[in-house]
């Protein structure tokens, strides 16, 4: 399925294919020296360990079992020595492969943050903010503990299963083949457990992406929460979901126990019987006793190797659900708008607007804007009123390139829209909507957000210069005062005026002010939009207001019904007429 990442300018990209264990080795890629240096070291831990069967065969030598004992000495310092290499090379081992997980969990966090960023607005639209945010912490968890301690695991256990038979091949072929078509057959009974929890590892994460999805808007909401006196129902909702994610889980422990214990168990039924042929060999002397005990530890070790490594390659493959639910965010293919050379921002800003039609694109069946006509004069301001659910806001959305239009035309300058770069319109346009969204940051920072190149000393000039943020003086820190999560520690109404002002620092082209002053008493909003015309003297205005005291003095007011134009004129010329705006005025009692 591919999307348009609408409203920004980007290089095409393709999705990588190939199996997860591939493309999560295409994640460790840039740490490559380092990744080489863990397997060395693995390599090492791992061949002193398979070299103690084999010293054990020699020590075990009738002929040479004399030497041993007149050098007891000097073996032992021997095997301590590689006991300490050995030590050494898996404190290597863990640490290295420690380091490029860490590195590749990063990447992943910021690929990730770059990639749904970046998405469009119906991406935002179809996928809740906390199941985004679940990818980017539990998920992409799962991507380290999988290059840090799963890969490394098998690797290590790998080497000594498949170097531990080869071994043993030469002491006894007969027993050897025993083993190995023994193993195969645990393979493949294996492999269809192993589809299994692949399968419910990738249920567990969605269940509990839900969860954290449902946390976050609590929280996020928790005012809300208490003013409807929900707190009984979300818990009902939390215990239902809570104990989605326990069933989920439960089914997961289940699958992955009975795998490793099952393989386990037949490895070591398996080990048993090496040992009973193996004795019946030694007895009949067709088998060296020091042969079948270097055997029998090889063959430990083979079982016990193969037994960590399948139950390593069990969680694997549950870290490889949440790696699929990464990478398809990551490498999705995406329609996007071919690259383009700079631009630079639009002097001044005029639109034009014909036979216009619009559906958001999940509700195509339920038309905003109906062959909607009208045109914004370049340096004047225009309003838009009408009633709830006219299509006002969505004229806001399509200048902003949020989405496309069905139909019709939108003209920048007499530019369709689709057109212009992303940078001529995030450099020309300023947006504030009814609800503005502000960080927990401190009231400085939100003011500079995506603005950063202005000094401090500019933006407080600008700022004192309009006069409508006044309250920053007053709190606990100023301008560096923290505000709060989505800014809890100011009122609506000085939310607004903060959002209004970080619009305004922009310097833009064209101003859309979406019911942003709703929070705003008739003296502070007329105070504001006078300081904004002061301030942006040659700005395009377009405000989207229910209030006429709001929209009176506009040079054009556009009244728009049912998606479509019903009137449009001067306050005093659509006063006097028999139409919507006609009973706005009387309602609203400005006459």
């Given at each position: 399925?591919?999307?348009?990442?609408?409203?920004?300018?980007?290089?095409?990209?393709?999705?990588?294919?190939?199996?997860?264990?591939?493309?999560?080795?295409?994640?460790?890629?840039?740490?490559?020296?380092?990744?080489?240096?863990?397997?060395g070291?693995?390599?090492?831990?791992s061949?002193?360990?398979?070299?103690?069967?084999e010293?054990?065969?020699?020590?075990?030598?009738?002929?040479?079992?004399?030497?041993?004992l007149?050098?007891?000495?000097?073996?032992?310092?021997?095997?301590?020595?590689?006991?300490?290499?050995?030590?050494?090379?898996?404190?290597?081992?863990?640490?290295l492969?420690?380091?490029?997980?860490?590195?590749?969990?990063?990447?992943?966090?910021?690929?990730?943050?770059?990639?749904?960023?970046?998405?469009?607005?119906?991406?935002f639209?179809?996928?809740?903010?906390?199941?985004?945010?679940?990818?980017?912490?539990?998920?992409?968890?799962?991507?380290?503990?999988?290059?840090?301690?799963?890969?490394?695991?098998?690797?290590?256990?790998?080497?000594?299963?498949?170097?531990?038979?080869?071994?043993?091949?030469?002491?006894?072929?007969?027993?050897?083949?025993?083993?190995?078509?023994?193993?195969?057959?645990?393979?493949?009974?294996?492999?269809?457990?192993?589809?299994?929890?692949?399968?419910?590892?990738?249920?567990?994460?969605?269940?509990?992406?839900?969860?954290?999805?449902?946390?976050?808007?609590?929280?996020?909401?928790?005012?809300?929460?208490?003013?409807?006196?929900a707190?009984?129902?979300?818990?009902?909702?939390?215990?239902?979901?809570?104990?989605?994610?326990?069933?989920?889980?439960e089914?997961?422990?289940?699958?992955?126990?009975?795998?490793?214990?099952?393989?386990?168990?037949?490895?070591?039924?398996?080990?048993?019987?090496?040992?009973?042929?193996?004795?019946?060999?030694?007895?009949?002397?067709?088998?060296?006793?020091?042969?079948?005990?270097?055997?029998?530890?090889?063959?430990?070790?083979?079982?016990?190797?193969?037994?960590?490594?399948?139950?390593?390659y069990?969680?694997l493959?549950?870290?490889?659900?949440?790696?699929e639910?990464v990478?398809?965010?990551?490498?999705?293919?995406?329609?996007?708008?071919?690259?383009?050379?700079?631009?630079?921002?639009?002097?001044?800003?005029?639109?034009?607007?014909?036979?216009?039609?619009?559906?958001?694109?999940?509700?195509?069946?339920?038309?905003?804007?109906?062959?909607?006509?009208?045109?914004?004069?370049?340096?004047?301001?225009?309003?838009?009123?009408?009633?709830?659910?006219?299509?006002?806001?969505?004229?806001?959305?399509?200048?902003?390139?949020?989405?496309?239009?069905?139909?019709?035309?939108?003209?920048?300058?007499?530019?369709?829209?689709?057109?212009?770069?992303?940078?001529?319109?995030?450099?020309?346009?300023?947006?504030?909507?009814?609800?503005p969204?502000?960080?927990?940051?401190t009231?400085?920072?939100?003011?500079?957000?995506?603005?950063?190149q202005?000094?401090?000393?500019?933006?407080?000039?600008?700022?004192?210069?309009?006069?409508?943020?006044?309250?920053?003086?007053?709190?606990?820190?100023?301008?560096?005062t923290?505000?709060?999560?989505?800014?809890?520690?100011?009122?609506?109404g000085?939310?607004?005026?903060?959002?209004?002002?970080?619009?305004?620092?922009?310097?833009?082209?064209l101003?859309?002010?979406?019911?942003?002053?709703?929070?705003?008493?008739?003296?502070?909003?007329?105070?504001?939009?006078?300081?904004?015309?002061?301030?942006?003297?040659?700005?395009?205005?377009?405000?989207?207001?229910?209030?006429?005291?709001?929209?009176?003095?506009?040079?054009?007011?556009?009244?728009?019904?049912?998606?479509?134009?019903?009137?449009?004129?001067?306050?005093?010329?659509?006063?006097?007429?028999?139409?919507?705006?006609?009973?706005?005025?009387?309602?609203q009692a400005?006459?």
């Open positions: 399925m591919k999307s348009r990442l609408t409203g920004r300018d980007s290089k095409y990209a393709a999705a990588q294919h190939g199996s997860p264990i591939i493309r999560l080795l295409k994640q460790v890629a840039p740490y490559k020296g380092r990744f080489i240096a863990a397997l070291a693995l390599f090492v831990g061949a002193i360990n398979l070299v103690f069967p010293l054990l065969r020699r020590a075990l030598d009738p002929q040479l079992f004399p030497w041993v007149e050098h007891l000495d000097r073996v032992t310092a021997l095997l301590a020595a590689l006991f300490i290499v050995q030590g050494a090379a898996f404190f290597s081992r863990s640490y492969f420690g380091i490029v997980g860490q590195r590749v969990f990063s990447d992943v966090r910021l690929q990730l943050f770059r990639s749904i960023i970046g998405r469009d607005a119906l991406f639209d179809r996928n809740r903010s906390g199941d985004l945010a679940a990818r980017i912490n539990s998920d992409a968890a799962l991507v380290q503990e999988a290059v840090s301690t799963k890969l490394s695991v098998i690797l290590r256990y790998g080497i000594q299963v498949l170097c531990g038979t080869v071994l043993m091949a030469f002491m006894s072929w007969r027993m050897t083949c025993a083993i190995t078509i023994s193993i195969l057959c645990i393979v493949g009974l294996s492999s269809i457990c192993i589809k299994r929890l692949k399968g419910a590892s990738r249920h567990y994460q969605n269940a509990i992406a839900r969860l954290t999805t449902f946390v976050v808007e609590c929280f996020s909401g928790a005012k809300i929460v208490d003013a409807l006196g707190h009984k129902a979300a818990t009902q909702i939390f215990s239902a979901s809570n104990s989605e994610v326990l069933g989920a889980g089914r997961r422990t289940a699958i992955s126990a009975g795998f490793s214990s099952g393989a386990s168990l037949m490895l070591n039924l398996l080990l048993l019987l090496v040992q009973w042929y193996g004795i019946h060999l030694v007895v009949t002397e067709r088998l060296p006793l020091n042969n079948l005990a270097a055997f029998v530890l090889y063959g430990a070790i083979v079982a016990v190797s193969f037994s960590f490594l399948i139950g390593a069990a969680e493959m549950q870290s490889l659900g949440g790696l639910r990478l398809e965010l990551i490498n999705e293919e995406q329609d996007l708008l071919p690259p383009r050379a700079p631009s630079a921002a639009l002097k001044s800003v005029e639109i034009e607007i014909k036979e216009l039609c619009f559906a958001y694109p999940d509700r195509a069946d339920s038309p905003v804007l109906d062959k909607l006509s009208f045109s914004v004069a370049p340096g004047k301001m225009t309003a838009l009123v009408g009633p709830s659910g006219a299509g006002k806001s969505s004229i806001a959305q399509l200048l902003l390139r949020f989405y496309a239009a069905s139909s019709g035309e939108l003209l920048v300058n007499g530019v369709p829209i689709a057109d212009l770069s992303s940078q001529e319109i995030r450099s020309s346009f300023a947006w504030v909507p009814q609800e969204y502000l960080f927990g940051f009231l400085y920072e939100n003011l500079v957000f995506g603005n950063e202005l000094t401090r000393a500019d933006v407080l000039a600008t700022i004192r210069t309009l006069g409508f943020l006044d309250f920053a003086e007053k709190l606990p820190s100023g301008f560096d923290q505000l709060g999560e989505q800014g809890a520690q100011l009122s609506g000085e939310r607004q005026r903060l959002a209004i002002a970080r619009a305004v620092l922009r310097n833009p082209s101003l859309i002010l979406d019911e942003a002053t709703s929070g705003l008493d008739s003296t502070t909003e007329e105070g504001v939009l006078k300081a904004i015309r002061n301030r942006l003297p040659t700005a395009t205005l377009l405000i989207i207001s229910h209030r006429l005291s709001t929209v009176r003095a506009a040079d054009t007011i556009v009244v728009i019904n049912e998606g479509t134009v019903f009137e449009e004129g001067r306050h005093e010329e659509l006063k006097t007429r028999q139409g919507l705006y006609q009973q706005y005025v009387a309602r400005l006459d």
